[in-house]
């Protein structure tokens, strides 16, 4: 029997909910005195307007471990098959808010398959939801590609400690929820999405005379997740196969091809947390964060290791070489 919400009062709820809508201008992304920036990735939060207060308690765990700079919530962010009215949604996606807004730490997530589950009830598209994510003074999904595949497409700049120049790029993408019957499965990135972050990459080359290295985030893993897993070795713990699309998008290849997405990270597959090199790439995933799903028992001896966060540390003084950790329940890192 999933735990009700006990670790948010109801108090708090209506003080995010009257934060929404709020005039103040986004927070700005650059690094900090030091040169450095750093960002956590949770995934699958993957709850209702009830969220299980073990989730709350995990993300400001390493929240507060970490202090990061930024926050991406890479897809299933709700389980919107469980929320039967928009007030619910927006109940859930509060909980959602509640671990950055508190904070004050930037954030911004990206669609899960799971996500728009609630559509058909509660007529909710994904451009009416965003809006909600969007109306926290500390989330930064204001701004999206409104022209291609998928809601939420963007790219993050941030800049070094001066503020004067950009030095990484955060991709946000759009991986889609399931692909038509006729083909089965899950949905992938479009060609009109690729050749979007091709023809964004290019522009940024022309505009700042170099190339900008980034991070991908999405939820859906590509399929060569698979070719790395099977192909080279992996850090980390791999428990499930990998769940791609059926159809490769060609979204590997545009970043191969452009040379700038140095890294490529998903949620989806709750218990794998490994990371890898392919193709000059970093792939990997984050254990899930949400406890609402895949929920092991406490004498499993993964347990510990099932659910956390993982951390990207990015130099100005060296972005192209970003270091990554993993943050588990218990505190520990790898």
């Known amino acids: 029997m999933k ?5 948010i009062s109801a108090l708090v709820i209506l003080l995010l909910a009257s934060m929404q809508g709020a005039n103040a201008a986004k927070p700005a992304l650059k690094c900090s005195a030091a040169g450095l920036f750093k960002v956590v990735m949770f995934s699958d939060t993957q709850d209702d ?28 962010c709700i389980s919107g098959g469980d929320c039967d009215t928009a007030e619910q949604v927006r109940q859930a996606i509060s909980h959602v808010a509640y671990p950055m807004e508190k904070r004050k730490i930037p954030w911004a997530i990206v669609f899960g398959n799971h996500d728009q589950e609630h559509a058909a009830k509660t ?15 500390s989330n ?19 800049r ?20 038509p019957q006729s083909i089965g499965g899950y949905d992938w990135i479009h060609p009109d999405q690729v050749d979007w972050y091709r023809q964004t990459s290019k522009g940024m080359e022309l505009k700042y005379g170099r190339k900008i290295p980034g991070i991908a985030y999405f939820h859906i893993p590509l399929r060569e997740f698979t070719e790395m897993a099977i192909g080279t070795k992996i850090e980390g713990d791999r428990n499930e196969p990998e769940c791609p699309a059926a159809v490769n998008g060609g979204f590997f290849a545009a970043a191969l091809d452009r040379g700038d997405i140095k890294g490529i990270f998903s949620g989806h597959d709750h218990i794998n947390n ?22 092991l028992p406490d004498n499993d001896p993964k347990v510990n290791r099932s659910r956390g ?15 990554t950790w993993m943050r588990y329940t218990d505190g520990s890192r790898n």
């Open 274 to 295: 490994y990371i890898g090199e392919w193709m000059g790439i970093k792939m990997g995933f984050d254990s899930s964060a949400g406890y609402a799903s895949y929920n």
């Open 49 to 76: 307007e009830n969220m299980d207060p073990r989730t709350t308690a995990l993300m400001e765990k390493i929240l507060d471990i970490e202090k990061p700079n930024m926050v991406v919530i890479a897809g299933d």
């Open 3 to 7: 735990l009700k919400l006990l670790g």
């Open 309 to 323: 966060g993982r951390v990207f540390l990015i130099q100005e003084s060296d972005p192209w070489n970003f270091k």
């Open 160 to 179: 070094n400690a001066a503020g004067d120049r950009p030095v990484f790029c955060l991709w946000l993408i759009d991986s889609g929820d399931y692909a």
């Open 140 to 158: 930064l999904n204001d701004q999206w590609n409104r022209k291609i595949h998928g809601v939420g497409n963007n790219n993050l700049l941030i």
């Open 123 to 137: 007529k909710l598209g994904k451009a009416d939801v965003i809006k909600i994510y969007a109306s926290y003074p």
